[in-house]
């Protein structure tokens, strides 16, 4: 039974890291095109043409928001943003959502304990997101004072990490 039990391990852990390793080859956007909850957001990142940027070297930290996230924007300022005309404003919006430099998860919470449960980002277009400890979680709070709950962290890219949030965060 033993035996048994250290082969499932050994072949368990040689899928993690596997699937940990493969996962590490890819950059950030081959990530989100994998992954069908990101639907929106590839659409979005295609329409504002910011593909090629989160292919680059970076490194970058991406606050990705799920499908459910983008569905609670009202579907007409959402399809407007997605027209050419607005390419520039989706960019914007896009682009709150990363910040330079790689900072996993623990990076957050060393800075959430150094700031008494805040920790200001600065975003790649200019504004301030801030990192908020609250309710047992950790959230992302907007310029507008909106909160995102951050789902899942460390999702490793070849160019960055990706945190997992459940809405969209606004700039102002």
Do not use: C, R, W
């Not at 040689?14 to 069908?36: E, G, H, P, R, W």
Request: hydrophobic residues 50%; proline residues 2%; negative net charge.
């Amino acid at each position: 039974m033993k035996k048994v039990i250290f082969i499932l391990s050994t072949v368990a852990l040689v899928l993690f890291t596997q699937s940990t390793n493969a996962q590490k080859s890819q950059n950030i956007v081959d990530i989100a095109v994998s992954v069908d909850d990101f639907s929106t957001l590839v659409t979005a990142l295609k329409a504002a043409d910011l593909v090629g940027a989160l292919q680059g070297d970076g490194p970058f930290t991406v606050f990705a928001p799920v499908n459910s996230g983008f569905a609670k924007i009202d579907a007409n300022t959402l399809n407007s943003l997605l027209e050419p005309a607005n390419k520039e404003k989706l960019a914007a919006i896009l682009t709150y959502h990363v910040v330079a430099g790689k900072i996993v998860a623990a990076d957050v919470v060393a800075a959430l304990e150094k700031g008494n449960g805040k920790a200001e980002l600065t975003t790649l277009n200019g504004g301030k997101v801030t990192a908020v400890s609250k309710d047992g979680g950790i959230f992302l709070m907007d310029a507008n004072g909106n909160y995102s709950k951050i789902a899942k962290t460390d999702v490793m890219a070849s160019n960055g990490v990706i945190h997992i949030i459940e809405d969209v965060v606004m700039p102002q």
